[in-house]
């Protein structure tokens, strides 16, 4: 893995070392609202502020700014963090949370009140609204902003030993109701809620605002570069502000770089949401979705998901990232880490007439447990064949598969008028079985539409291990399971979740530009014994097919499922 590349936040932080500032200390934070599910843009985040912290040897603190009862829960914190921990990044022995600060924040609002810098303000939300103003237009002033700083100070500890309702009062930083920055008409720093807080239960009543508790709480944590997405530029002079005006033991600078978007999905919180509540996805790990837990459930590895932040890099301009620069991040990991296997997705049966008969009756007191019973009382004989586990890897070791009477290739892999240049199986002509027989095509069985249902083939002893010692040559090697060899399997092949790269594109509604096909699946596949006890999650490649990795939810040892994970080559590529 490389180091991110270099940017604009790395030379901040770079000049900022070599001029001595923050004592050459690098501290840098992730900050997840628990409101919801982490994403991939989220990772661009994550990627950033963790890499920038190991790289100047500093620290980065995961923090939730669990601000808002109203909209966060506990099973967010933990997919947060199970998510982070998975995309292989470490915040140190504690997590912080900016509930842990509520005793200093509202400490702060009351120097704030003592300075003359806040008051109760006693309008409601649309006076509020109408109050504040337009781009065009300066805000009016509260009839409260100029109330004394003692009624001010009683007020807001009445507000806090909860003597009013929601919404009766809150306070507000005295700024400017002229500022042609609407973030500093005098914005609301605390109201009342009465809502149990997930980790602060019943203790307050009164809740500080996330653009008052984020520059603080970044403050009391000793960051030095706050890195947030841009659409908080605007809300840079009152993160300032804010921290100019009350005692923080420091005053980290805030940089604002462009979020991550990527073409053919969604990732905003609304959108995500309506896909899963209106059931088009199965669920928030569904794995079409651009959630971590999505694309984890589909065999992403973290790898490459840094890997593809580090190469999109960091910047000042939005832009929409192409999904496919994503999946090759992905295949190039893959095809570094994940053993080779066979399946076959849609079995056409193979039978070897010219297999076992030789030894039909002489090798019956063979006791090579490989031997089974057949029906007619004499034994099938099934080889043990040796297969690499990566051909470029042999450090990766090797496994025995089964070969058989009874075998299976891919429908697509037999075409009865083939042309000459299909190096397939077509009748009289002859393919080799990866790490098997070279096999002859010599009779078509069908079923009475027509539909080719078994191959009648012959096989060459002597070619066993896939070389023919008479140098005859084959074009096509064809992977096949046996039928001894494999075990049934579902197989869920997945595509992108949106026909346009934009999904909101010449729509009113997103979800009419979903992609009915994102998602086919496939039943009584045939995939190598050896795949019975796949670890949920971990990519395998089925030779020819693709990544595959068996389903985190529904798999299990006697129905297997199994998730493509990607393609072998980009086949969106013009
Ligand atoms: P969303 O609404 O998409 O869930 P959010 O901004 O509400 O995103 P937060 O929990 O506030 O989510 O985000 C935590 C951090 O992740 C913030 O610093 C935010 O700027 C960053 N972040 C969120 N989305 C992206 C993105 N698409 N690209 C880069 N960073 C992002
Ligand atoms: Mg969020
Ligand atoms: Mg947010």
Redesign the pocket.
């Known amino acids: 893995e490389k180091k991110i590349k270099g940017n604009f936040i790395k030379t901040i932080i770079t000049e900022d070392l070599e001029r001595g500032k923050n004592d050459g200390r690098v501290i840098t934070r ?4 628990p ?2 599910y982490l ?1 991939i ?2 990772a ?2 994550i990627c950033l502020n963790f890499g920038v912290a190991d790289e100047f040897n500093g620290r980065c603190n995961l923090r939730f ?1 669990d601000t808002n009862p109203a909209k966060e829960d506990q099973k967010y914190i933990d997919s947060i963090i199970s998510d982070v921990k998975w995309l292989g990044f470490d915040w140190g022995d504690k997590i912080h949370y900016a509930s842990d600060y509520f005793e200093n924040l509202y400490d702060y609002a009351v120097e704030l009140i003592e300075k003359g810098k806040a008051y109760v303000c006693t309008l409601n939300a649309d006076q509020m609204r109408e109050y504040r103003g337009t781009l065009t237009e300066p805000g009016k002033e509260s009839p409260d902003r100029n109330r004394p700083i003692a009624e001010n100070l009683d007020l807001f500890k009445r507000m806090k030993n909860g003597e009013f309702e929601d919404g009766a009062y809150v306070l507000r930083a005295k700024i400017d109701m002229a500022s042609p920055n609407i973030n500093m008409r005098d914005p609301v720093i605390y109201r009342i809620k009465k809502m149990s807080h997930p980790r602060t239960k019943d203790k307050w009543c009164i809740y500080p605002m996330y653009d008052f508790t984020h520059g603080l709480s970044d403050a009391l944590e000793g960051v030095t570069h706050s ?3 841009l659409e ?1 530029q605007d809300h840079r002079p009152l993160y300032d502000w804010l921290l100019d005006e009350v005692s923080a033991p420091c005053h980290p600078q805030q940089i604002e770089f462009a ?3 990527l073409n053919y999905t969604v ?3 609304r959108k995500l949401q309506k896909l899963v509540e209106q059931k088009f996805v199965d669920g928030w790990d569904d794995p079409r979705l651009p959630t971590i837990a999505g694309i984890r459930r589909r065999g992403y590895t973290p790898a490459a998901i840094r890997n593809f932040c580090n190469a999109i890099g960091v910047g000042k301009r939005e832009n929409r990232i192409d999904v496919g620069l994503l999946e090759n991040c992905l295949r190039d990991d893959l095809n570094e880490k994940a053993p080779r296997v066979m399946a076959v997705i849609n079995p056409l049966k193979v039978t070897i007439a010219n297999w076992n008969q030789e030894n039909c009756n002489s090798e019956q007191k063979n006791d090579d447990k490989s031997q089974q019973e057949t029906s007619c009382g004499s034994t099938l004989k099934i080889e043990s064949l040796e297969a690499l586990n990566h051909p470029q890897k042999p450090e990766m070791g090797t496994r025995q598969i089964l070969f058989s009477k009874h075998i299976y290739i891919e429908k697509e892999d037999f075409m009865e008028n083939a042309p000459k240049k299909f190096f397939r199986l077509a009748p009289g002509r002859e393919v080799r079985l990866r790490y098997a027989y070279f096999i002859t095509c010599k009779e078509v069985i069908k079923d009475e539409n027509g539909e080719v249902i078994e191959l009648i083939c012959t096989y060459d002893p002597a070619t066993r291990g896939g070389d023919s010692p008479d140098g005859r040559k084959v074009k096509g090697t064809l992977h096949w399971v046996s039928e001894e060899g494999s075990i049934p399997a579902t197989v869920r092949l997945y595509d992108r979740l949106f026909l346009n790269e934009d999904p909101e594109a010449d729509r009113d509604d997103f979800t009419e530009n979903l992609n009915p096909d994102s998602l086919v699946t496939l039943k009584g596949c045939r995939v190598e014994k050896s795949l019975a006890n796949a670890e949920p999650e971990k990519v395998y490649q089925f030779e020819r097919l693709g990544y595959f990795c068996a389903d985190s939810k529904e798999s299990t040892p006697e129905h297997p499922v199994f998730n493509r994970t990607v393609t072998l080559r980009d086949t969106w590529a013009k």
């Not at 992730?30 to 609202?33: H, R, T, V, Y």
Request: aromatic share 10%; hydrophobic share 25%.
């Open positions: 992730f900050p997840p609202e409101n919801g994403h843009g989220h661009k985040s700014d890195l947030c997405t908080f979020r991550m978007n990732m905003s919180k």
